[in-house]
C-alpha cells in the first residue's frame, strides 16, 4: 500500500476482554515498531520487529501484551485482560531497514485509539 | 542514555508570528535527528531531519539546525499559518540501535 495502515482505528472494549489491533507496513520495509502515546504524552516504545523477529521485548508494559509478525508483513499487537489504563492511542510505525541504524526516517500509521471501560 | 527534551506546550501564537519550539538532547556519539508534527486526527509524520552536525533540515517554511555544540535541534519558522496548529514531536535516533527517542511533544495552536 501507500502507507502504514492499522486497523481498527478505534477500539472500545471492557476491563478484562483481549483486543487485537493490526498493522499493515509499507510493502518492503523490514523494520516495524509499536508505540503507545497516552493522553497528553509522548511515544512510549513497545516493540521493535527485525524482519519477523523481535530482539528486544522489554518496552512490553506486561506480561498481557504481545506481538507477532508474519511474512515479513503485517504485525498484530495483542493485549490480554485488558485495563483501563492501557487506554491509550497505539502507534504503528515501519523503516525500509532493518539494522542497528536508527537513523532512517520511521512512516507512521494514523493509530488506533483504544479505550478500556 | 539518550534522551530528548521539548519545551513544554502549549504555544498559542498569532497567525504570521515567528515559531521557535526548542528541542536539547544528550546522547553519545553522533545521532540523527528528527522533527515529526501530528496534525488533528492524524498519525505523525516526518517534517524534517538532519544527520550530522550544522546539518540543517527543512520542510514547509520550517527550519532545525544541528548543533552539536549546543546539542539543540530548535524548529523555527518565520511565519505560522492556522494549518500548522498541530503537536510536533522531536526525535533522536543512532547507529548501533533500533531504539528512537521521541520528547513528549509540543502543541502549537495558531490563531486568525
Redesign the interface.
Known amino acids: 500500500g501507500a502507507g502504514?495502515s492499522q486497523s481498527p482505528s478505534n477500539k472500545v472494549t471492557e476491563k478484562g476482554k483481549d483486543v487485537e489491533l493490526r498493522c499493515d507496513p509499507i510493502s518492503g520495509h523490514t523494520?516495524l515498531?509499536w508505540?503507545r502515546q497516552r493522553l497528553g504524552?509522548?511515544?512510549e516504545?513497545l516493540i521493535?520487529f527485525?524482519g519477523n523477529s523481535a530482539?528486544?521485548k522489554s518496552g512490553l508494559p506486561s506480561d498481557r501484551f504481545s506481538a507477532e509478525r508474519t511474512g515479513e508483513s503485517v504485525s498484530t499487537l495483542t493485549i490480554q485482560r485488558t485495563q483501563q489504563e492501557d487506554s491509550a492511542v497505539y502507534?504503528c510505525?515501519s523503516s525500509s531497514r532493518a539494522?542497528?541504524?536508527?537513523?532512517?526516517?520511521?512512516?507512521?500509521?494514523?493509530?488506533t485509539r483504544l479505550t478500556v471501560l | 542514555g539518550n534522551s530528548v527534551t521539548q519545551m513544554e506546550g502549549p504555544v498559542t501564537l498569532s497567525e504570521e508570528a515567528f515559531l521557535t519550539i526548542n528541542c536539547t538532547y544528550t546522547a553519545t556519539g553522533y545521532?540523527?535527528l528528527?522533527w515529526?508534527v501530528q496534525y488533528p486526527?492524524?498519525?505523525?509524520?516526518?517534517l524534517l531531519?538532519a544527520?550530522k552536525a550544522d546539518d540543517k533540515g527543512s520542510n514547509k517554511g520550517f527550519e532545525a539546525t544541528y548543533r552539536k555544540e549546543t546539542t539543540s535541534f530548535h524548529l523555527e519558522k518565520g511565519s505560522v499559518q492556522v494549518s500548522d496548529s498541530a503537536v510536533y514531536?522531536c526525535a533522536l535516533?543512532?547507529?548501533?540501535?533500533?531504539?528512537?527517542i521521541?520528547?513528549?511533544?509540543t502543541r502549537l495552536k495558531v490563531l486568525a
Open positions: 502504514v523494520a515498531y508505540y504524552q509522548g511515544l516504545f521493535y527485525q530482539p528486544d502507534l510505525a539494522s542497528l541504524q536508527a537513523t532512517d526516517t520511521q512512516y507512521f500509521g494514523p493509530g | 545521532p540523527s528528527f515529526y486526527g492524524e498519525g505523525l509524520q516526518l531531519k544527520t514531536f535516533g543512532s547507529s548501533g540501535t533500533y531504539k528512537y521521541f520528547g513528549t511533544g
